[in-house]
Each structure stands twice: as structure tokens, then as C-alpha cells.
């Protein structure tokens, strides 16, 4: 325990000089350097942060699952409403000969075009809203605990919702 008290000195001495830093006021920089480090468990997730903004960062989650859940609703009504519109389309296409396979995979890859195409403007638009959301934090928080990055789990994560939505849209468009 002696060691980590001696590198959390180490560590607390060297954020106070890094850039951002220099905005701090005299109290805080004071009060960040009295500051002492207690270790719990790395199983625990204790951490300050958590506790002062987890309340709050569950009921964002919340909204923007339930944001989501009303524009994969309204995507499925225009994806519905578009195959109606279609029907005389893809009856003449049947007549003409192309195969229900060939139908199929036509309205698949528009449909995942079109969710693939949302899941990037979702991106850029949270990539964004990051600059606003920071602009909430309390000024007395120190900026240098937040990494807000778009990294390859969350890339992953868009790129499989995006593409579930596609398949699930498409599919539904080409069974009607």
C-alpha cells in the first residue's frame, strides 16, 4: 500500500502540471493537491465520478434508448409505407422475371444502406454533442478524467445495431 501512495503522490503532483490545468483556481489546484488516495478492490468500481454523475448518465442512457426505440419505429412505418408504395414496382419486376431471391436481396441492401447511412449520421452527431455534454460538467471537475473517444467497441456496437435494423427492415418490407 506504501508504494501506490507514493506513485498516487506521483500522479496527482503531475496532473496539476499538465495544460489544463492552468484554468483550475487557486482553491481547487490547493484542494487537488491535498487530496489523498484511497485503494479499494479494482473488482468494486468505486470511483467518484461514478457515484456524483452515474445517477444522471443512466437516465441520459435511458432517453436515448427510448430516442432510439421511436426512430427504429418510425423507420419501420417508412420502410412499410415504402414497400406498399412499391407493390406495382415489384409486381412488374416479377412479371418481367427476376426471382423473389433477387427482390429480396434488392430491398436488403436498400434497407441496410439506408440504417448503415443512419448509423454513421448517429455517429458524427454524437461525435458532436461530446463538446456540449462536457460544457454541463461542473467547472470545480477536473476535464482531465474525461476520455470522451469513439472507439472500436462502440463502432462495433453501432455497426451491429445499424446492420440489425437493416436485415430486420428489409425483411420485413420483402415479406409484405
Same mark, same amino acid.
Given at each position: 500500500?506504501?508504494?501506490?501512495?507514493?506513485?498516487?503522490?506521483?500522479?496527482? *503532483?503531475?496532473?496539476?502540471?499538465?495544460?489544463?490545468?492552468?484554468?483550475?483556481?487557486?482553491?481547487?489546484?490547493?484542494?487537488?493537491?491535498?487530496? @489523498?488516495m484511497?485503494?479499494?478492490?479494482?473488482?468494486?468500481?468505486?470511483?467518484?465520478?461514478?457515484?456524483?454523475? !452515474? @445517477?444522471?448518465?443512466?437516465?441520459?442512457?435511458?432517453?436515448?434508448?427510448?430516442?432510439?426505440?421511436?426512430?427504429?419505429?418510425?423507420?419501420? @412505418?417508412?420502410?412499410?409505407?415504402?414497400?406498399?408504395?412499391?407493390?406495382?414496382?415489384?409486381?412488374?419486376?416479377?412479371?418481367?422475371?427476376? !426471382?423473389? !431471391?433477387?427482390?429480396?436481396?434488392?430491398?436488403?441492401? *436498400?434497407?441496410?444502406?439506408?440504417?448503415?447511412?443512419?448509423?454513421?449520421? !448517429?455517429?458524427?452527431?454524437a461525435?458532436?454533442?461530446?463538446?456540449?455534454?462536457?460544457?454541463?460538467?461542473?467547472?470545480?471537475?477536473?476535464?482531465?478524467?474525461?476520455?470522451?473517444?469513439?472507439?472500436?467497441?462502440?463502432?462495433l456496437?453501432?455497426?451491429?445495431v445499424?446492420?440489425?435494423?437493416g436485415?430486420?427492415?428489409?425483411?420485413?418490407?420483402a415479406?409484405?
Amino acid at each position: 500500500i506504501g508504494e501506490v501512495a507514493v506513485e498516487g503522490e506521483q500522479v496527482i *503532483e503531475m496532473e496539476v502540471r499538465e495544460q489544463g490545468f492552468a484554468r483550475a483556481s487557486r482553491e481547487t489546484r490547493d484542494r487537488f493537491l491535498a487530496s @489523498n488516495m484511497t485503494v479499494f478492490k479494482g473488482g468494486t468500481g468505486q470511483s467518484y465520478l461514478r457515484r456524483q454523475f !452515474g @445517477n444522471a448518465l443512466r437516465v441520459l442512457m435511458a432517453l436515448v434508448g427510448f430516442v432510439l426505440l421511436i426512430a427504429c419505429a418510425n423507420l419501420a @412505418n417508412l420502410q412499410l409505407a415504402r414497400g406498399t408504395a412499391r407493390r406495382k414496382e415489384i409486381a412488374i419486376r416479377l412479371a418481367l422475371g427476376a !426471382g423473389r !431471391g433477387q427482390i429480396i436481396r434488392q430491398l436488403l441492401v *436498400e434497407s441496410m444502406t439506408l440504417s448503415v447511412a443512419g448509423g454513421l449520421g !448517429g455517429l458524427l452527431v454524437a461525435r458532436w454533442s461530446v463538446a456540449f455534454l462536457l460544457r454541463l460538467v461542473p467547472t470545480d471537475v477536473s476535464r482531465l478524467t474525461f476520455t470522451p473517444e469513439i472507439d472500436l467497441r462502440l463502432l462495433l456496437f453501432n455497426l451491429g445495431v445499424s446492420s440489425l435494423v437493416g436485415i430486420l427492415f428489409g425483411l420485413a418490407t420483402a415479406l409484405q
